[in-house]
């Protein structure tokens, strides 16, 4: 079964923070400077992909259903240890990050997302995530990366930012303009001795065209341009913002940290990209699991505070992903093999906060794998449409309902 | 523009038109090693291009090397730390006499790719740097099956336990789709079966063994062969199957020859010399780095340089003395340190080494190398490395420092910047020429290869 519309959402704490929110100021009572904020014309999208396939059972994890506990064995989280959203579900206790944001009403829960015909290689399945299943029409082009392409909206400089390190991801390939890369904002300093004489030369150099019929010279050619405008930006940003504080010292949280900073710089860029990766837990998962659990969970929650602090919570939207959940059986050692439905997360100042769609079924199962209650094109579509103000079917092929998950 | 395979395929000789001179001469050892100094590059020229090629193969002085060698590898093997032993293999880059086994090792790796950090044991990762090396330029049969049963890539690919009852079918997987015939060529129910014949094979206290009782000794149904067939034959059945030729000559031809996307039909003169040959990598090798193609204007200066050729290969080009874990952490930064793939599939090379960050770093990188504190240069200074002699303009020695460097010519304006730079008043040689270095590294020409 497909369901492509929001069949009922449930705030996290009852009807009643639904009420005050629907008391919430409309946009344009507000001054200029928040309608501005509000109107999606600045609005910032961070994307983090959770590498190698999250336990989406153990992170949302159905604390009241007994079928829950059959199956995972050794796995399963107490029934009083789950971090209690409603009388069914509850997160993993090492999401406390997760919770806080929670009461604060700043994170949205998508449960069952998935596809039909479920991929079970990471590569394949991730291929379909970062495409939005046009694998077939270019290999090369991702969901973002279409929309930096294609959408008004991102036609300025630095539309996107990959932070961190390793490929670019293919969600932000493209086929006509380049997506920057940063490993970290202090490698970003040119380091060559007389830097002013540097780009001075190479500027004058990169103005002269070369053979137009050599087309990797010519993708030289354009990223040295970009690297160059990119790094004088970054360095700009290094010597007149302040750095964020209160960041875990994590891999996540320094990224996050930075991209905070980055935020706050007043850089053009909408979309952000970051990876966080060693959900792949076939063995012995539960130490390794819990501890990528609360990196993921502390680090939002700082961000979040950080942006807050900052004046720019309401305008930036979390969004994570994982190529598929795991297996609902755990497996001989300790650990849960490649699956397919799983809950993904939304945090931000303006997100409906609440869980959205089912949990889908314990006994319902696929070749022992849920299924999907939620495509995750209609998160996508709603991303793109309610957040970023970009018309998602021509980036997605074809129209997608919208789901209900901001405040906007 | 269609190119007939055949043709692209055959035997080039140089000839008065393209002629063997220094700029092919750097073009070979480019692709095929870590480049040249211009010194050993006038050697080859004066050689001819027969005796330069059949040196690649000869692979002397490998073993006074490895000799050489061997007690810095017990030290940093018991040492237990996989970064060092990443410095390590980039020392032998460096020092190698036989460049080429270096650079096929290097492609192997990719191929075969297993991470260091994963494996946490660097005797098994130094014992499949040397199985790659050993087999780096023979037969495909003996490293499949070494690798088969190779603790570090059992380990990496969470195989270490294959019970009857319950077989792994991770290797299974990987061995079709990543390292013989590519996806679209099995079935799941061909990796199922392949998982059969792989039952019983583990690793315990960091070595392989056989597990008589966990095998399971049934017919298996294997890329339609049957039989009561055990690992061996069934890694035998897989490189026996007509993709395989395909997927390796092209794997190939993207590693030493160009990025761009080649096809089935375009490749498949290489793919024959494989199955005729018994996958004999010398004798493939040997007509790849000897083609029509791999001369033609269509692959010179048609990949983008990879970090580890960039680095390398200044550093032998210069005769830098470089401190090799400074090096390390660069090309970490850079995506690209040997040991540490990104993952299973090795590095996806090509465009990806390039983009807004990594440009910065290699930039910085260069300006490093020929500049920074820990640089020193087997010839004394820069400015004989370069090969100037007192009182030299750039005119004299910058031509022939960028036929070495460079496969395309720079555009004229281009050439007058750094000659500029070199030969501006003020600032000491060493000084001028490490900026002329630099600036070069910032221009597009610099990073193809």
């Known amino acids: ?408 | 523009m269609r190119i007939d395979p055949i043709s692209a395929w055959s035997a080039w000789r140089p000839d008065e038109r393209e002629p063997w001179n220094l700029m092919r001469a750097a073009h070979l050892m480019r692709r095929a090693g870590f480049s040249s100094s211009p010194d050993q590059l006038d050697v080859m020229v004066q050689d001819g291009f027969d005796v330069s090629v059949d040196r690649l193969f000869a692979c002397d002085g490998a073993k006074v090397f490895d000799e050489s060698m061997e007690s810095t590898e017990q030290v940093l093997s018991s040492a237990q730390d996989p970064n060092a032993l990443a410095s390590w293999w980039l020392l032998r880059m460096v020092k190698s006499p036989t460049p080429f086994l270096e650079k096929m090792t290097l492609f192997w790796h990719g191929h075969f790719a297993t991470g260091a950090e994963k494996v946490a044991d660097s005797r098994s990762m130094l014992r499949q740097n040397r199985l790659l090396r050993d087999h780096a330029l023979g037969k495909f049969e003996p490293m499949v099956q070494g690798i088969s049963q190779d603790v570090a890539m059992l380990v990496y690919l969470d195989s270490t336990d294959n019970r009857k009852t319950r077989p792994n079918e991770n290797y299974a997987r990987e061995l079709m789709e990543l390292f013989c015939l590519g996806p679209g060529n099995y079935s799941e129910d061909d990796i199922k079966e392949l998982a059969r014949c792989f039952t019983g094979w583990e690793v315990r206290r960091n070595e392989f063994r056989f597990n008589k009782n966990q095998h399971d000794q049934g017919e298996k149904t294997v890329l339609g062969k049957n039989g009561k067939f055990d690992g061996d034959e069934g890694v035998r059945i897989v490189i026996d199957h007509p993709a395989t030729s395909d997927f390796i000559a092209r794997k190939l031809i993207n590693f030493f020859v160009t990025d761009d996307v080649v096809d089935g039909p375009f490749c498949e003169p290489v793919a024959k010399t494989l199955r005729e040959s018994d996958f004999d990598f010398s004798i493939a090798m040997r007509q790849i780095l000897s083609s029509k193609y791999f001369w033609s204007s269509q692959c010179i200066g048609k990949k983008v340089r990879n970090p580890v050729e960039m680095a390398i290969g200044l550093i032998r080009g210069l005769g830098i003395n470089f401190n090799m874990n400074e090096l390390r952490d660069r090309l970490a930064a850079l995506g690209h340190l040997p040991l540490f793939p990104p993952n299973v599939k090795g590095w996806e090379g090509g465009r990806h080494w390039i983009n807004a960050s990594t440009f910065i770093g290699r930039v910085n990188l260069v300006r490093q190398l020929v500049s920074g504190a820990p640089a020193t240069f087997e010839a004394g200074s820069l400015a004989k490395a370069v090969g100037t002699r007192d009182g030299q303009q750039s005119g004299d020695w910058l031509p022939r420092l960028l036929d070495g460097f460079l496969p395309i010519p720079l555009q004229p304006s281009s050439l007058s910047s750094l000659t500029a730079i070199a030969d501006r008043n003020g600032d000491g040689q060493d000084q001028r020429i490490a900026d002329m270095i630099t600036t070069l590294a910032g221009m597009p020409e610099f990073h193809l290869n």
């Open chain 1, 1 to 408: 079964m497909m369901t492509t519309r929001r069949q009922f959402i449930q705030t996290a704490f009852g009807s009643a923070a639904l009420v005050s929110m629907s008391h919430s100021v409309p946009a344009v009572l507000l001054g200029a400077s928040r309608q501005t904020a509000l109107s999606g014309e600045d609005r910032i999208l961070i994307v983090i992909e959770l590498g190698g396939g999250n336990d989406g059972l153990n992170t949302v994890v159905p604390y009241g259903d007994e079928n829950y506990y059959k199956n995972r064995f050794t796995l399963a989280i107490g029934r009083n240890d789950v971090l209690k959203i409603d009388d069914h579900v509850g997160l993993h206790p090492s999401l406390r990050g997760f919770s806080k944001l929670l009461e604060q009403q700043q994170l949205a829960i998508v449960q069952g997302v998935g596809y039909p015909n479920p991929n079970r290689s990471h590569f394949e399945s991730m291929d379909l995530w970062h495409t939005a299943h046009r694998v077939s029409e270019n290999a090369h082009l991702g969901w973002l990366g279409r929309c930096v392409d294609e959408s008004p909206v991102l036609a300025g400089e630095l539309p996107a930012i990959h932070y961190g390190d390793g490929r670019q991801p293919l969600a932000l390939g493209t086929r006509t303009r380049q997506v920057a890369s940063i490993n970290s904002l202090e490698q970003f300093r040119l380091n060559v001795g007389n830097k002013r004489k540097f780009t001075d030369t190479i500027r004058g150099d990169l103005a002269i065209r070369r053979d137009s019929n050599n087309e990797l010279l010519g993708f030289i050619h354009e990223s040295a341009g970009l690297a160059l405008r990119t790094s004088e930006r970054i360095e700009n940003v290094l010597d007149t913002s302040s750095t964020a504080r209160d960041f875990p010292g994590t891999s996540l949280g320094r990224k996050l940290a930075a991209i905070s900073q980055l935020v706050d710089s007043g850089l053009p860029t909408r979309i952000y990209y970051v990876t966080h990766n060693g959900f792949d837990t076939h063995s012995n998962q539960a130490a390794a699991h819990s501890g990528l659990l609360s990196e993921l969970g502390d680090a939002i929650a700082a961000l979040m505070t950080d942006l807050q602090q900052r004046g720019h919570d309401k305008r930036t939207a979390v969004l994570t992903f994982s190529e598929f959940g795991r297996r609902v059986r755990e497996n001989a050692s300790r650990g849960t093999d490649h699956g397919t439905a799983a809950p993904l997360f939304i945090a931000g100042g303006a997100v409906r906060a609440g869980l959205t769609n089912k949990h889908p079924g314990l006994t319902e199962l696929d070749q022992g794998d849920l299924k999907f209650s939620t495509d995750y094109r209609n998160v996508y579509a709603t991303v793109l449409d309610k957040w970023l103000g970009i018309d998602s079917t021509p980036i997605l092929g074809k129209s997608y309902d919208s789901l209900d998950l901001f405040r906007v």
